[in-house]
C-alpha cells in the first residue's frame, strides 16, 4: 500500500495514507478541511469493508464543525482537522442514530492486522489509536509540518 498512498499524496500535493484490507483491496485518504489523511482512510477502509457506498457521509459536517470548534478555540490546536480517534469518537455517536455509521463501527474489528502507509510520520495520537486497533503501520521519514510538537 506504499505506491498508492504516495501517488495520492503527488496529485493532492498533500499528506496521504492507504491500507490494504483482509480481502486485498487497497483503500486510500486524503487530507481534507475536515479530516487528516488518516482520518479519511479509516473512514474509507470501514466503508469498504462494511459494504457502504463511498458517497456515503458517515459523520455529518455538521457533527465535524463542532469538534474543531472546541479544537482550535477552547483546546489551543492550530490544527483543526479531526484525528482518528476524534473521528471514531464521532463515528460511534453517528451510529446511534445511523445505520450506516453502526455498519461501520461493526467493521472495526476487520482492521486488526491490516497494514497502513502514510507519506508523513503519523501524530502520536494517530499512530498510537491505530496500535489499539491492530493495524500495522508504516510511513515515509517525513513531517508534516516543520514543528517538532505540534498542538
Do not use: W
Not at 26 to 34: E, N
Not at 56 to 70: F, R, T
Amino acid at each position: 500500500c506504499v505506491e498508492p498512498a504516495i501517488e495520492v499524496s503527488k496529485k493532492t500535493n498533500a499528506p496521504a495514507t492507504a491500507a490494504l484490507l483482509p480481502d486485498g483491496q487497497i483503500v486510500t485518504g486524503k487530507t481534507s478541511s475536515l479530516l487528516g489523511a488518516t482520518s479519511a482512510m479509516l473512514l474509507n477502509a470501514l466503508k469498504t469493508i462494511a459494504g457502504i457506498d463511498d458517497s456515503v457521509k458517515l459523520i455529518s459536517p455538521s457533527v465535524i464543525s463542532p469538534i474543531q470548534h472546541l479544537k482550535t478555540e477552547h483546546f489551543g490546536s492550530k490544527n483543526p482537522r479531526l484525528h482518528t480517534n476524534e473521528v471514531l469518537l464521532a463515528l460511534s455517536i453517528s451510529a446511534a442514530t445511523d445505520e450506516n455509521a453502526q455498519r461501520a463501527m461493526d467493521a472495526l474489528q476487520y482492521l486488526r492486522g491490516c497494514e497502513v502507509h502514510s507519506t508523513v510520520i503519523l501524530s502520536s495520537v494517530d499512530s498510537d489509536t491505530l496500535s489499539k486497533l491492530g493495524i500495522n503501520v508504516t510511513c515515509e521519514p517525513e513531517r508534516e509540518t516543520r514543528n517538532l510538537f505540534n498542538r
